[in-house]
């Protein structure tokens, strides 16, 4: 069983560096293509889709997309109108499948209003569904049958979490704050495949703060800006925070804003013994994990084993 973690002396958390952890997957995935691509001739093929003019998702995209190439992967990004229609979407998915040089298929969410995006992730072939979202994905993590693709933004927290805390997680408490698809159920089921006694709370929970206070690894991924309060955490305890919430910030001047967590970073960093920042602690894990996953789609795609990366 391991250990929970204790306070530190200074009573000031550590600092989970989501860069620093991210540049070395990224520098072992870059290793492991090489290798891919010396013994086979296959480049992972990578394309993201994106609908729409949102801010923060042409920003995400973009990202990906660099990463991407700097990787030396094939690299395409489709850009449609918000207008476009399900039917359109389920075609290009449809090509996308058939593509051999594309092993990994990610669409951009959240997707305009006229279009079902559980009907586009169920069209994605498993195989290539790099985030990690297509029901017989959700599956296979939840069952242990078969190799799941394991959603990015949960798999990144697991790795900050195992360097943080050392790999035998085992009978730790872990409470979840959020019952996403895309973060909370699946972070709930990593933990639970690590042994943690794992709580999903959420909006509806009673007494929320008496329940995270249980909690020697707090998963904050509620989608409310700084929610999870210091008198919530417990002494000691490890803290991730998933949100990505933008705040107005006048002090840097007028109309500028500031990105925040779902946490009250400075509140949990005087009680925890570690803790994400935002910007800088989750956020780089997620494009990170996304090119471990479109590795592991070209190397799974071959009959080859999927190279540990975390
Ligand atoms: N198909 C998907 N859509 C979305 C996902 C996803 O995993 N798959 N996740 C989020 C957005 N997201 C990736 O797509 C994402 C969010 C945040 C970051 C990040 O690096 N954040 C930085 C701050 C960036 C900034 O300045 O705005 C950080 O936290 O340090 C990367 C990716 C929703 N959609």
Redesign the pocket.
Known sequence: MANAPSSSASGIAATID??AVSARVIERIAFETRRLTDETGVVPGLAVVLVGDDP??Q???G??GRKADELGFVSVQHTLPADTSEEAMLRLVGELNDDPAIHGI?????LPAQIDKNRVIEAIRPEKDV?G?HPINVGRLASGAGEAMV???PAGCMILLRDTLGDDLGGLEAVVVGRSN??GKPVAQLLLNENCTVTIAHSRTRDLPAVVRRADIVVAAVGRQEMVRGDWIKPGATVIDVG?N?IPAPEKGEGKTR?V?DVAFAEAAAVASAIT???????????AL?MANTLKAACLSLGRPSPKLG
């Open positions: 989501g860069r923060a998702s920003v995400y995209v990202a990906k990610l669409v951009q969410l959240p985030d979202f959603p990015c933004t895309l973060v990505v933008r990105l967590g920042p935002v910007p800088g602690g989750v956020g780089p894990m997620t494009i996304l």
